[in-house]
C-alpha cells in the first residue's frame, strides 16, 4: 500500500547512497514514481545526502529524479517539495535543478560525472514533458550544447518587454502556451533551470537586457512553497519581484482536479495582468 512503499523508499535510497559511495565512477541514479515518494526517505536527505560531506569528508554523486509538477492527479502526486530540498542547501552542498529540455537534462547528468569532484543532485522532473511536443531538443544541442543554468531564448521580438518572467520547469510551458495564444510579445519568458547553486550573475545579466520595470517570479507552488523563500534568502533584490504563485496553503496541491485547473488558470492570468 501507500504507506509501506513510501516508508520502503528510506532503505532503498540509503542503499543507493552507499552504491554511489562506494563506485564514485557509476552514475547512480534513484527515481521515484511520484516525487512525494522521497517523503519516507527524508531522514536520508537530512542525515546523510545533504550533509555528509561536512559531517564525513564524504563525497558523494547520487542523483535523485523527483517528478514534480501540478498536473492535476491531487495532493500527493503534485509536489516533491522543492522547498524541503532548498532548504538543506548551503556552502555548495548539492545541485538542485528542475529542466524544461532533454538537451539540458543530459548535459546536466554528463556534467555530474565529468567534473573531478561529487555531489548529490536532485532533479526535478515533470512526467507531462515526457510526451509534450514542444519538449524537444536537436542533435545539435545534444552533440555540441552544455548545461545552460538559465535558458533565455526570446528574441529581438521581446527585447522591449514590459514585463520579464523568471520561471522554473514545467509551469514555462503553460506560460509560453497563453503568450502564444494571446499574441503577447510585451511579457518575455526566462527560465531557471539551476535552482542551486543559484546563478544569480546569470540573472543579474538577464535583468539588465530586458531593463523591464515589472519583474515577476511565477510558480505553480502555493506562496509558503516551491523556490520563492529561497530566492529571497540568495538574492535580496528578489523581494522586488511581483510573485504569481498559489495562495499559501497546508497542502501542498488541491485533490480536486476542477479546483487544481481553476487555481492554475488564475496563476498564468496574473502573470500577464501587469496591473495587478
Not at 512525494?36 to 531522514?43: E, K, T
Not at 523563500?229 to 496553503?249: D, F, G, I, K, Q
Request: glycine share 6%; net charge negative; with cysteine.
Amino acid at each position: 500500500d501507500i504507506y509501506n512503499s513510501h516508508l520502503s523508499e528510506y532503505g532503498v535510497v540509503g542503499f543507493e547512497y552507499g552504491y554511489a559511495l562506494a563506485q564514485p565512477q557509476t552514475l547512480t541514479i534513484w527515481e521515484a514514481q511520484f516525487g512525494d515518494f522521497s517523503n519516507g526517505a527524508q531522514i536520508m536527505m537530512d542525515q546523510y545526502i545533504s550533509a555528509g560531506e561536512d559531517k564525513w569528508k564524504n563525497q558523494n554523486g547520487l542523483v535523485k529524479l523527483l517528478p514534480h509538477g501540478y498536473e492535476g492527479q491531487g495532493a500527493e502526486h503534485s509536489s516533491a517539495r522543492i522547498e524541503r530540498y532548498l532548504q538543506l542547501c548551503a556552502k555548495d552542498n548539492m545541485f538542485m535543478a528542475n529542466c524544461t529540455t532533454p538537451a539540458n537534462m543530459f548535459h546536466l547528468l554528463r556534467r555530474q560525472m565529468l567534473v573531478n569532484y561529487r555531489k548529490p543532485l536532485v532533479v526535478f522532473t515533470p512526467k507531462s514533458l515526457l510526451r509534450y511536443p514542444k519538449a524537444v531538443s536537436a542533435v545539435d544541442e545534444l552533440v555540441n550544447g552544455h548545461f545552460q543554468e538559465v535558458i533565455d531564448v526570446d528574441g529581438d521580438a521581446f527585447a522591449k518587454a514590459e514585463t520579464l518572467v523568471f520561471v522554473s520547469g514545467k509551469f514555462y510551458y503553460d506560460l509560453l502556451e497563453y503568450r502564444e495564444e494571446n499574441n503577447r510579445t510585451d511579457v518575455a519568458l526566462v527560465r531557471l533551470e539551476q535552482l542551486f547553486p543559484l546563478p544569480i550573475e546569470q540573472i543579474q545579466e538577464v535583468m539588465k537586457k530586458y531593463g523591464s520595470k515589472d519583474v515577476v517570479w511565477a510558480q505553480e507552488e502555493p506562496r509558503n512553497m516551491g523556490a520563492y523563500a529561497h530566492l529571497m534568502l540568495h538574492m535580496p533584490e528578489t523581494r522586488n519581484w511581483r510573485v504569481c504563485s498559489r495562495n499559501m496553503y497546508a497542502a501542498p496541491a488541491s485533490g480536486s482536479s476542477t479546483r487544481s485547473k481553476a487555481r492554475q488558470a488564475r496563476i498564468i492570468e496574473d502573470v500577464f495582468n501587469t496591473n495587478k
